[in-house]
């Protein structure tokens, strides 16, 4: 019996070359550079929104820590 995860491998070289031979079939070779231009300019924009959005969790995160706690007994106030 083989073991289920040999079968979600990372691609080597020859299923490498098969796609990337079914893509210059299929978008033509004139279309690659722009193809690869937009697909870098998607990552680049991931990877800002990735930064950003970890950014503002430790953002928030920092201020609630940074927030003094407060005491129940001087919260209330006597009459």
């Not at 924009?45 to 995160?61: G, I």
Request: no cysteine; hydrophobic share 45%.
């Amino acid at each position: 019996m083989t073991n289920p995860m040999l079968a979600f491998s990372a691609p080597g070289w020859p299923e490498i070359m098969v796609i990337l031979f079914f893509v210059l079939i299929f978008f033509g070779a004139k279309r690659l550079p722009e193809l690869a231009r937009s697909l870098g300019q998607s990552l680049q924009e991931f990877k800002k929104a990735k930064d950003d959005f970890h950014k503002e969790l430790h953002k928030s995160s920092d201020e609630v820590a940074a927030k003094p706690a407060k005491d129940t007994e001087t919260a209330v106030k006597p009459s």
